[in-house]
């Protein structure tokens, strides 16, 4: 199934692009589209520990289910104010 | 103008002040809060910031600190407006405004919210100074911390 990956700050200079469609398997959890992503892109793996993650701009776990169609964001530590 | 916003335009802190407290007469006080993009950092000469946010979250995370802040201090209403984009030295980054019948509650309310910000909001500063950039790194968002929000609410009182 196909997915919307949003990148930020500084996820997204080192992926190139603030906004990704990925083919997943399905189920997925948020945990599994970013396993796929940091296989595709290993210098993502730094912000494992320190991230937090949204789907559909509401915040969640990495154990959140994805569907069809989600749109899933990356948020490195925030710097806001 | 909405109570919160998340916004590339300048920031307008009386207009942010009337709509706040247009709704009421019960209010003895107002207490604002305004960030500025300072000219020095860590050592850093700062050229401009640019603020980049994940827009419909950083929305809702606003909305969710000032549904906080008036669990502990009930009686405020509290407005916030964060900039994007471009900004040059001295210009505001944030607006906050709390009002209350009493000036602790509307004092408290704002240094919580602005707390609050820096903790979970999911937005971030790109610093560009004399001689590079680098994208300012804070806290691990985390709206579900208890332990953080108890240290905003310990510095609001303090």
Redesign the interface.
């Known amino acids: 199934m196909r997915v919307t990956i949003r990148l930020f700050a500084r996820l997204r200079d080192l992926a190139g692009s603030g906004e990704l469609v990925r083919d997943v398997t399905n189920p997925a959890t948020v945990e599994t589209v970013w396993r796929s992503l940091v296989d595709e892109m290993p210098d993502l793996r730094a912000y494992e520990r320190t991230m937090s993650v949204a789907v559909n701009a509401d915040y969640a776990k990495m154990s959140a289910k994805v569907h069809e169609g989600d749109e899933v964001a990356f948020l490195p530590p925030v710097s806001g104010g | 103008m909405p109570a919160v916003a998340v916004t590339s335009d300048p920031l307008d802190l009386q207009g942010l002040i009337e709509e706040i407290s247009r709704t009421s007469t019960a209010d003895g006080a107002i207490a604002s809060f305004v960030?500025l993009v300072r000219e020095e950092n860590q050592g850093r000469q700062v050229s401009y910031l640019e603020?980049?946010?994940?827009e419909?979250?950083?929305v809702?995370?606003l909305q969710l600190i000032i549904d906080e802040a008036r669990e502990t201090w009930t009686d405020t209403r509290i407005g916030v407006h964060?900039r994007t984009g471009r900004l040059e030295l001295g210009e505001a980054?944030?607006i906050i405004v709390a009002a209350s019948p009493h000036r602790a509650h509307a004092f408290a309310a704002c240094r919580y919210t602005?707390e609050r910000?820096?903790?979970?909001?999911?937005?971030?500063?790109?610093e560009h100074f004399e001689g590079g950039d680098v994208?300012?790194?804070?806290?691990?968002?985390?709206?579900?911390d208890e332990a953080a929000r108890e240290t905003a609410r310990r510095i609001a009182c303090a």
Do not use: C, F, M, N
Request: glycine letters at 8%.
């Open positions: 960030g603020y980049e946010a994940y419909p979250l950083a809702r995370a964060h980054s944030i602005i910000v820096k903790q979970i909001v999911p937005i971030w500063k790109h994208w300012l790194e804070g806290a691990t968002a985390d709206p579900g």
